[in-house]
Nanobody, 115 residues
Framework: QVRLVESGGGLVQAGESLRLSCTASGIIFGVSLMGWYRQGPGKQRELVSSISSDGTTTYADSVKGRFTISRESRYTVDLQMNNLKPEDTAVYYC??????????WGQGTQVTVSS
């Protein structure tokens, strides 16, 4: 069983920063990709950022230049979020894809940005 635990969410004002962290545990069989999705009120879940096993990163256009993803260890991924905007308000979910292309999800952490 794979478990992903997120931390670091909270309530901030526009222009401030937050750092999300996610740690995976369990029988994983190798990590091919880790990343972050988010789901805002009344919106579909969307990819925010991902990082592959070779270090290749992707970002949603809406967060480029403001968010930075990093692999802190083999099973930990962080998301540094700077210059937060009210439209960044969402539940942020950590995800992991193992070498067998199985996806795992965390429970989510709430990020609220007030204007």
């Amino acid at each position: 069983q794979v478990r992903l635990v997120e931390s670091g969410g909270g309530l901030v004002q526009a222009g401030e920063s937050l750092r999300l962290s996610c740690t995976a545990s369990g029988i994983i069989f190798g990590v091919s990709l880790m990343g972050w999705y988010r789901q805002g009120p009344g919106k579909q879940r969307e990819l925010v950022s991902s990082i592959s096993s070779d270090g290749t990163t992707t970002y949603a256009d809406s967060v480029k230049g403001r968010f930075t993803i990093s692999r802190e260890s083999r099973y930990t991924v962080d998301l540094q979020m700077n210059n937060l905007k009210p439209e960044d308000t969402a539940v942020y979910y950590c995800t992991l894809r193992n070498d067998y292309k199985t996806d795992f999800w965390g429970q989510g952490t709430q990020v609220t940005v007030s204007s």
